[in-house]
């Protein structure tokens, strides 16, 4: 990618379901490194917005760069390698693989880069490590609490160093302590390793941490000033 | 309230139409197996009874002859010499039409003045042109049954043509029959024609049997009477044999239409099951709403009853159009086996319809009760915590696996305190077989534990996954693979069974089949068969012959049925037998000597006779004990044999005829040259049927194939039940991970990768189901070899378990594994990963 290019460029983005119109003519630039969060009323369109960034679902019209590449002319392959590659997930339900342990969930997308056993072990040991559950590593995710398994994926989603996060109201499911604790870390995480987050939140508090935030108000994207 | 929660029941279905689609279509396709043998069955038995009591009427008894026929005079002695008794004298014999020789009628000669009193002829003959008085006048004349004219448009004075024997004879038709209550159609029918134009169509100098309606007392006389070469019977005791073995065949049956039914229950369990516990989460939430336990439970059971009812009714219709199909099959096997010439499909009883019904719906409901139950009695607050389910699932898992040694034992007990009993015996296996599905979602778990290093290093993290999936969804994987397991074990125990036989039939046949040539008379009992003095002599003297041995075959009445008697001068290969056991000196030596006899194993078996026993037989002077010397295997004839040296049989029945010739070659002789000369010999004798070794034993491979298509049918039937259940089960448990597989695509997962997953999952399931098939399938064979088919019909055989059987049924289960992964695979890279996670 070369440098000035934003990590995400969305230029004239309409989507519409069957004939309901959740975003029109939505222009949008992130920069590398950035704390976007996005806010607005339940069913106003800020997971799509976020599932059109990730190509988890496609555009009714307009064009979408993520870190200088076009999703529209992508192959659903390609779009896999972008997000295995480049991006890191955080949903408001955890979203957990339940057969998996800990230390194996947080391996996963270490695996699917190609990093070597051995090597993605001492990367989820020093991940867990950090967010103080180290002792939780062979645990299955359905034995951890709401805020346990949020943190889990988090480091998920920070494991393979993705240039970009996407986290779809992550604290939506948390109490206002816990809820507080996770955002910390995923900013304190992402601002470490200059990570692009791109938050999609209810949470006034999270306002506060982020350097820009953005409203979705009838299927238009605005700037709101802080 | 109930009415809200069948709305919910219905738009649920609704929702998943391919759900409903494959639950239904596994009750229907149970429900149908086993209702089409059902009524296939029913049909075989109805026909079978049918012509026996066509061709019987009032008769009580019969007098019949040692030999297969009786002199003339015996049927004047006993109307002037013994007192008046209703009697009519029978000739009886198989004929087939010409333009259609698969069609086989009973030729029955009979005395039209006597017939009114015995079998109530006038009523049989109601008009249509028939008079029997003609049958008298004219030669050759015969009353065909009425049915039969119409469909061949012969009217009364057209002829028409028939194989006798070896032989093409022109009747004419002066008359048909009809029996309006028995046979409505009057398919069943025998030809009917006068006796002694029976007897010169069949040959026959005497008369083949009198049949006599007799009140006590004048049986008693008559038993005190000592007709020489006659024995007075029963009349119902002539097929006693028959119909023992026709009940053996139709109980095997039955036992493997109950063997469809119950891989169809493990599938209508499995599908049930699974659609209730998918959803656990909404019932946990109606149950905190304030939905009582009673209310859920009964809403689950009607959801039941209805999709039941449906498939069941649709299971009727299939059960129906595949009855037609196995009537046919079922009817030839009979015919092959048994040979019984007027047995045609008849109306099977609308009872099974409603048998069929009650089966279906009760099964469904049975099979929804226990996850209903489970459902209804969970807190609420469990019933939506997937954990919880899977606990439950592994405890009930471990359980089954617990309960499964006492089951076996159980089965195990079975088999021995009713050593011979079948039904017993089908008991026992059916444990066994329970027993095998108990302990099968407990060994998916072990094996796929074994499986699970191994996956993940070639795989990595996905193959540990794909494991690990598989085995945490137990409360959804447990009974699929249960009824797959058991659906695919039956097809292996089913196949390796038949395959067993066939090793054995074929070893049988090697050691049976010494001569090279055989020739033999159709009906032995006819005066001129051919076999003259001089005709033997010159077949004997021919320089490429080493040897000929003479046999004469025929049937003992006796009050078990009729007895096969194999009497055989043997050539220079000995006697051609398997001995099974034998007296400790020298049993053969002293069979050739006349010191006794041989039976059968199925003989053996049914009558409990063993060696060093007496058989007492009906010779020409009375009842006579023979020593057995010896049991020997026979597959031909399970009604059961005695085998005894021609001269024995010469000398205690009085009879000289030669029924069948074996004709042995030098080792070094030109065997198509040979052939030709014996051809040459018996040319001039139209009624000597020539055979060679060759085919003779590619003929009884043949009708041993043909015997067991119908279980081969079957066989393919569970299968498809299995492929279809497994197909349904998996699917559903596929589809059901959409949103967990929606995650892996958000991780980068490619569609690609998605597929191999869903691949790697199904398929490690019906391999895991296939591998554990194997030994249930072979304990199944074993259980069907040494055990069911003894008791079913005597035999015994060696089990011989060959790859292609094992190997069939482990690619049955993988391919159903993998078609049901094909869809969820291509459905992961077609559909938009925000719709699913926004679905689910």
Not at chain 1, 181 to 208: F, K, N, P
Not at chain 2, 8 to 21: E, T
Not at chain 2, 290 to 297: A, T
């Amino acid at each position: 990618m070369a440098a000035g290019t934003p990590s995400v460029r969305l230029l004239n983005v309409s989507k519409t379901y069957n004939s309901h119109v959740v975003l029109t003519h939505t222009d949008l630039e992130v920069a590398p490194g950035e704390f976007v969060v996005i806010v607005g009323r339940s069913g106003s369109g800020k997971s799509t917005l976020l599932n059109l960034i990730g190509g988890l679902d496609f555009a009714s019209s307009g064009e979408i760069w993520l870190l200088g590449q076009s999703l529209t002319e992508l192959t659903e392959e390609q779009r896999a390698t972008i997000r295995c590659r480049s991006l890191g997930f955080v949903f408001q339900f955890f979203n957990l693989i339940p057969t998996l342990t800990v230390s194996e969930n947080i391996r996963l997308p270490l695996a699917l880069n190609g990093v070597s056993k051995e090597e993605a072990k001492i990367r989820s040991g020093h991940l867990l490590h950090e967010l103080g559950m180290a002792d939780c590593s062979k645990r299955f995710p359905e034995e951890l609490s709401g805020g346990e398994q949020q943190r889990i994926a988090i480091a998920r989603a920070m494991a393979h160093k993705p240039a970009i996060v996407l986290a779809d109201e992550p604290t939506g499911n948390l109490d206002l302590d816990t809820a507080r604790d996770v955002i910390e870390l995923l900013d304190r995480t992402c601002r470490a390793q200059g990570t692009t987050l791109i938050m999609a939140t209810h949470s006034r508090e999270v306002i506060g941490l982020a350097d820009r935030v953005l409203t979705i108000r009838g299927s238009q994207l605005e700037e709101t000033t802080q | 309230m109930i009415g809200l929660l069948s709305t919910a029941s219905g738009r649920f279905y609704l929702k998943h139409p391919w759900q409903l689609c494959l639950a239904v279509t596994g009750i229907a396709l149970g429900v149908a197996v086993y209702v089409g043998v059902d009524l296939a069955n029913d049909s075989a038995r109805r026909a079978f009874e049918l012509s026996e009591n066509l061709v019987l009427g009032r008769v009580t008894h019969q007098l019949v002859g040692l030999d297969g026929s009786l002199p003339n005079s015996v049927y004047r002695d006993l109307r002037v010499e013994h007192g008046p008794v209703l009697a009519a004298p029978i000739v009886e014999g198989e004929v087939r039409l010409f333009d259609s020789p698969g069609r086989r009628f009973t030729l029955l000669g009979v005395d039209p003045l006597e017939e009114p009193g015995l079998r109530g002829f006038s009523g049989f003959v109601p008009g249509g042109g028939a008079d029997l008085s003609r049958l008298i006048v004219e030669p050759g004349s015969v009353l065909v049954p009425e049915g039969l004219a119409t469909e061949l448009g012969l009217s009364t004075g057209a002829d028409l043509e028939l194989i006798v024997g070896a032989n093409v004879a022109t009747v004419r038709i002066v008359g048909t029959i009809r029996e309006e209550t028995l046979d409505p159609e009057g398919m069943n029918l025998p030809l009917v024609t006068d006796i002694a134009s029976a007897q010169e169509l069949l040959a026959i100098d005497g008369i083949t049997r009198i049949d006599l309606v007799l009140t006590a007392a004048e049986v008693e006389r008559l038993e005190a009477l000592t007709i020489p070469g006659a024995r007075l019977l029963p009349a119902a005791s002539r097929n006693a044999g028959f119909s023992e073995l026709a009940r053996a065949f139709r109980t095997n049956l039955t036992a493997l239409s109950l063997l469809a039914l119950l891989v169809g229950v493990f599938l209508i369990y499995a599908t049930m099951s699974f659609a209730i516990v998918q959803r656990r989460e909404i019932f946990g939430v109606l149950r905190a709403v304030g939905v009582s336990r009673r209310q859920l439970l009964l809403s689950i059971l009607i959801e039941a009853a209805v999709i039941g009812g449906a498939a069941t009714v649709l299971g009727l219709a299939l059960g129906h159009a595949l009855a037609s199909g196995l009537v046919d099959l079922m009817l030839s096997t009979i015919g092959d086996l048994y040979f019984t010439s007027t047995v045609t499909a008849a109306e099977p009883s609308a009872l099974i319809y409603w048998k069929g019904l009650a089966i279906g719906v009760l099964t469904t409901l049975l099979a929804a009760l226990a996850p209903a139950l489970e459902a209804a009695n969970t807190a609420p607050d469990a019933a939506m915590s997937r954990a919880a389910l899977e606990q439950t699932a592994r405890r009930v898992s471990r359980s089954g696996a617990r309960l499964a040694l006492p089951v076996i034992a159980l089965g195990s007990l079975l088999f021995i305190v009713a050593p011979r009993s079948l039904f017993v015996g089908f008991a026992g296996l059916f444990l066994i077989i329970v027993a095998g599905a108990l302990l099968i979602p407990a060994g998916t778990t072990l094996l796929l534990r074994f499986a699970e290093p191994a996956a993940e290093r070639v795989f990595g993290i996905p193959g540990s996954l794909a494991v690990r999936g598989v085995s945490a969804s137990l409360s959804r994987t447990g009974v699929a693979t249960a009824a797959l397991s058991v659906a695919v074990a039956t097809v292996i125990g089913v196949g390796v069974m038949i395959g067993s036989f066939r090793v054995s039939l074929a070893q049988w046949l090697d050691a049976t089949l010494i001569a090279d040539v055989y020739l033999s008379v159709p009906d032995s009992t006819a005066t001129q068969n051919g076999f003259t003095e001089a005709r033997l002599t010159a077949i004997e003297a021919l320089p490429e012959v080493a040897g000929i041995s003479l046999s004469r075959f025929t049937t003992l009445p006796t009050v078990d049925g009729e007895l096969n008697v194999r009497a055989i001068q043997p050539g220079p290969q000995g006697w051609g037998l398997t001995l099974l056991s034998e007296s400790p000196d020298n049993a053969l030596q002293r069979l050739s000597a006349a010191e006794g006899v041989m039976i059968s194993e199925p003989y053996s078996y049914r009558r409990q006779l063993s060696v060093g026993d007496d058989l007492v037989l009906p010779a020409a002077e009375g009842d006579k004990a023979f020593l057995i010397l010896g049991i020997y295997r026979d597959y031909i004839s399970d009604g059961g044999s005695v085998l005894m040296p021609l001269d024995l049989y010469r000398r205690e029945w009085n009879d000289p005829r030669v029924g069948g010739v074996g004709v042995y070659f030098h080792a070094t002789t030109d065997r198509s040259s040979a052939r030709t000369a014996i051809r040459a010999l018996v040319r001039e004798a139209p009624s000597i049927r020539f055979r060679s070794n060759d085919a003779i034993r590619e003929r009884s491979m043949e009708v041993f194939d043909r015997t067991f298509k119908i279980t081969e049918v079957l066989r393919v039937l569970a299968g498809i039940v299995a492929f279809l259940g497994l197909v349904s089960a998996l699917l559903s448990i596929e589809l059901e991970r959409a949103r967990e597989t929606a995650i892996l695509r958000a991780l980068g997962l490619t569609p690609r990768q998605i597929g191999t997953l869903a691949l790697t999952q199904t398929g490690l399931l019906g391999l895991a189901a296939g591998l554990l098939a194997i030994p249930l399938g072979v304990v199944m064979a074993a259980l069907l070899v040494f055990i069911i088919n003894q008791r079913s019909f005597g035999w015994s055989m060696g089990l011989t378990v060959e790859p292609a059987p094992l190997l069939l049924g482990i690619a049955l289960a993988l391919s159903a594994a993998l078609l049901a992964g094909i869809y969820p695979a291509a459905r992961a890279g077609r559909s938009s990963v925000a719709t699913q996670l926004r679905e689910e």
